[in-house]
């Protein structure tokens, strides 16, 4: 019996790799990919994992696929990236049991550095790429991406958006379609790619290409809902929907595959409809092509934008010539993200702000660093660069230039590429200063497991990688432990260790506020006779602290976590802390 | 009802917005409609604003409302009410909660927290203002004030109110259901 529910973008790409059979997942997390390693993870018939980073889950389930089993990795669109390596490769390898590797783009950037186009990378590795258009599509195209992966010996990347990553309609659940695994069996010409095997697997990689092309023709994924010829478009994943809303009866080329691109069932589709738009979101993937053809009459980014998401209304406006009115939006203070109540990277970033130190930053909720009040990173690119910037500004200007400059990273960050810039720093001889801000989990992405927490993603405790231990085997001398909340503490170390001429570790370490289990059994209070209406109780940008209208300090008992943050930075004993509750 | 309902949820990250638009998710399926939900997280955990759609008809296509069309907009703050309201629709209705929560801007003293926003929002659309914290605090559970609110909007939304008590039941967690029951016909109750 089939049951109906309502699922997550992701949690059906999940549900659809379930049914498929999966075996083996490995993953890093990073929004907008994050629920679905989270949701496979749940189901006793599949091993998931979460990997220190994307090229190491790549790698996981390609190696699951070569001995046999269906299986998948999944990242976010900058963690393709990292995962280009071993990707580019597999291209050639092809699969042996079917493997998906589930890519979430995240156009109009609402948790990522880049806007960049995993159809790109598809193309540029040479695979085919599949991309669903709402919740039901996802389980049904994951389960059609492991046969096409089967079928045609390749890795299948399945490409989502965060508009559909994260968001919610009726899927249809069916029963797990169990799999014999395949015997392994020795391959050498296929799985061992030097120069002379890899060389003849070009050439398999080309002709299969050209096969996909051709048959990407009459694939069902590949879907043509013909209405008013008059106006056509040919579009893809969630921009689909766009058109159903805003011209339903428009002709409609619907891609499946984006990679490789159906010539004749666009061919066909051109002269049957007497205007034709292409509508994608991002780069002009298909566009590019389809005018490489010669079908000159298309019209795409002339019109529509290669940045942020599209709409229903875009349509409207830019097909139609629809002015879209309303009222223009109130006046309103912005509400921009900013670091929890009792979060312990706050005290950090005061500490550092407090001694005037420059930071080279990384990608985590300490990203907020970076942002008024507080403002201390001042660069943030990839994972794990904060390291390996301050170290190129060190070879750059000299010793002396970084003596008021740290690196700052999060735990789960440090294990996923902040370890190979530490082992540079430390091999290359840098004297610079990295603050690992330790609080315990993978946060920004809501509390993910990695190998410093002593947990995994099913759950299990297991042995906790020691960062201390790592950075003194990599024979660095000055490695020391703080509490984040201790200014004090945190201060003292910060100023001895910048001013030494050698590379040093401070490991700032207090869980996140949110964290399962933490518990802040006290709550801050203002003394009112004593405030002084200084303000530096405010400076390191607590939410739980406003200023009333007499210019004293009020905490919000609700919001305060206890932290003792802004107690610490009073110098006139104004404000307490009490046991919660009294 | 016309075709497709179209329901914003906003509020402040942390607050329940995300599991406020799963309740009514579920509540439009249950009732045989066609739903999508989509919600934007931002990048902070706590404390930004945060916005869900939910949309409910025979076919819905796309998972967003578009400006100026919201049926109904459920603030959990009186700002994000304001800051999302040119979505609303010219006879659509604003529930808002009563509460002020200062973002970082305000804190700082980059930007000041409008006066009278109720004021403001009554003058523009149909408001219904609910001290639905105050009122969650006096059911003894301050965290259930999001399903205050919802029993407030939900006289707008088409459901017959055992309807919603039943989703209640089967979204929240078991110990709280009683609690959230009560929330709700407090809020219900409110928007008489």
New interface residues.
Partial sequence: MSETKILLGNEAIARGAYEAGVKVSSAYPGTPSTEVSETLAKYSEVYAEWAPNEKVATEVALGASVAGVRSMCAMKHVGVNVAADPLYTAAYTGVRGGMVLVAADDPGMYSSQNEQDTRMIARAAMLPVIEPSDSAEAKEFMKFAYDFSEKYDTPVILRTTTRLSHSQGPVKLEPRQERPDIPYEKDIAKYVMMPGNAIKRHVVVEERLKRMAEDANTLPINRVEYGDLSVGFITSGIAYQYVKEAMPNASVLKLGLLNPLPRKLIEGFASKVEKLYIFEELEPVIEEQVKSWGITKAVGKELFTRQGEYSANLLRERVLGEKISADAPAKVPARPPILCPGCPHRSVFTALKRLKLHATGDIGCYTLGAVAPLGVIETTVCMGSGISMLHGMEKAKGKDYIRNWVAVIGDSTFMHTGINSLMNMAYNQSTATVVILDNSITAMTGHQDHPATGKTLKGETVPAIDPAAICRAMNIKNVCVVNSLDQAELQEALKRETAREELSVIIARSPCALLKGVKFPNKCVTVQDACRKCGACLQPGCPALTKKADGTIQIDEVMCNGCGLCMQLCRFGAIKMKKAGE | MKTTKNIMIVG??GQGTLLTS?IL??LA?AAGY????????????????VVTFVRYGEK?????V???QADVLIAFER??A??Y???LQKDGVVVVNDLR??????????????DDIIG?LRK?RRTIAVPATEEAKKLGA?RTFNVVVLGAAARHMGFAKEDWIRVIEATVPPKTVEINKKAFETGYALSV
């Fill in positions: 402040v990250g799963r998710g579920r399926t066609d739903v999508k939900l989509s919600e934007v997280h931002g990048m902070a955990q706590r404390g930004g604003s819905v296509a796309e998972p967003i578009e400006v100026g700002l994000e304001l800051r309201l040119h979505y929560i200062d973002p970082i801007t305000v804190v700082t003293g980059a930007a000041e927290y409008p403001t523009a301050p």
